[in-house]
């Protein structure tokens, strides 16, 4: 328990971090084999961090959408309404509805495309 308090030593003295964990990967010297990420650390990759810090980005990012939703007089039930009514739509257009889609998308990307170029170009400036 203790291993995961220390500060890893330097990576030229061939040690491993926190929880054991290798520097360079999953193997681990003088083990007799390699051994797998424990299940903690897999489950922290998968979700970016650990449980309780992804819980409460959560909350507080589904505290702002929602006061951004209720602002704007959006609520939740409407949403759901306006799925069902694009799907029934969408069934209804036939083959229109393939271009109707090709316009949502094309909407929806105005967005969504500068948004990830922004988020992306934040992550790399935080890797550096």
């Known amino acids: 328990m203790t291993d995961r308090l220390d500060p890893p ?6 040690s491993t971090g926190w929880g054991g964990a290798s520097w360079s990967g999953s193997r681990q010297e003088g083990t007799g084999g ?3 990420a424990t299940p ?3 489950l922290e990759q998968f979700i970016g961090g650990s449980p309780a810090a992804v ?8 505290l702002i959408v929602g006061a951004l939703l209720m602002w704007l007089d959006i609520r939740p039930i409407d949403v759901f309404y306006g799925v069902q009514r694009f799907l029934t739509r969408l069934w209804n257009l036939g083959f229109d509805a ?8 094309i909407a929806g990307a105005a967005i969504v ?6 988020l992306r170009l934040l992550n790399a400036g935080k890797k550096r």
């Open 9 to 14: 030593k330097s990576q030229s003295q061939g």
């Open 55 to 62: 819980a409460v980005r959560l909350l507080v990012v589904s």
């Open 113 to 118: 495309i500068p948004v990830w170029i922004v």
């Open 98 to 105: 393939v271009r109707e889609v090709i316009t949502y998308v």
């Open 34 to 36: 390699v051994t797998d």
């Open 40 to 42: 903690g650390n897999t």
